[in-house]
Each structure stands twice: as structure tokens, then as C-alpha cells.
């Protein structure tokens, strides 16, 4: 059974850092696409961060400059530094791997970890 198992998420001042975590296995983690996103209410699931297939990292618009991923090779984990939060960036966080094979995709979520920024 796969697995991504998030850490990190909690209650932060407007302008504070937050660090997530997500490890899986190696299998996972050397073949899968590794991304974040997040859902608030009301609202659809959002990519935030994630690697192109070439390894360089991407960004929605409105987390760039604040947010960085970053991935651990030796320990099967992706990070997501969260810098300058805002009360809009409250949300669950999740980790998602991702792979397209002959057409067909794959994908694994982890179980969330809630964001809350407020003052």
C-alpha cells in the first residue's frame, strides 16, 4: 500500500514559516512526479509547487517568492518552506505523486495536513 505521510502543518502568524514534509518510499519517490496542493473551503484543489520531469521547480503565481520546494533524495521526502504566510494561504495541504505511463496516469495522495495562518 502506498503511502505519503505529511508533517508539519499548525497555526502560524500572518508574515510567519511553516515547513511541511512528505515521505514515501523510494519506489515513489525516484518515479513519481512529487507536488504539493492544497484545498480551502469552497474552494477546488490547487497545485502550489511541484518538479517538471526535468527536476526544476514550478509555482502558482501567487505563492512565488515565498514558497520553495525542495526534495531529499537520501531520505524520500519533499519539503515545502513556506515564508511571508497569509491568512489566504490557509488551507489542507497535501502531497501528491504523480506519473503518466503509456497514457494511463497514476497518482497518491497523502492524508492532509492543515495550514491555518491568523492572527
Known amino acids: 500500500q502506498v503511502q505519503l505521510v505529511e508533517s508539519g502543518g499548525g497555526l502560524v502568524q500572518p508574515g510567519g514559516s511553516l515547513r511541511l514534509s512528505c515521505t514515501t518510499s523510494g519506489s515513489i519517490f525516484n518515479k513519481y512526479l512529487m507536488n504539493w496542493y492544497r484545498q480551502s473551503p469552497g474552494n477546488p484543489r490547487e497545485l502550489v509547487a511541484g518538479f517538471t520531469p526535468g527536476g526544476m521547480p514550478h509555482y502558482s503565481h501567487n505563492v512565488l517568492g515565498r514558497f520553495t520546494i525542495s526534495r531529499d533524495n537520501t531520505r524520500n521526502t519533499v519539503y515545502l518552506e513556506m515564508n511571508d504566510l497569509k491568512p489566504e494561504d490557509t488551507a489542507v495541504y497535501y502531497c501528491?505523486?504523480?506519473?503518466?505511463?503509456?497514457?494511463?496516469?497514476?497518482?497518491?495522495w497523502g492524508q492532509g495536513t492543515q495550514v491555518t495562518v491568523s492572527s
Open positions: 501528491n505523486a504523480w506519473r503518466s505511463d503509456s497514457g494511463n496516469e497514476h497518482e497518491y
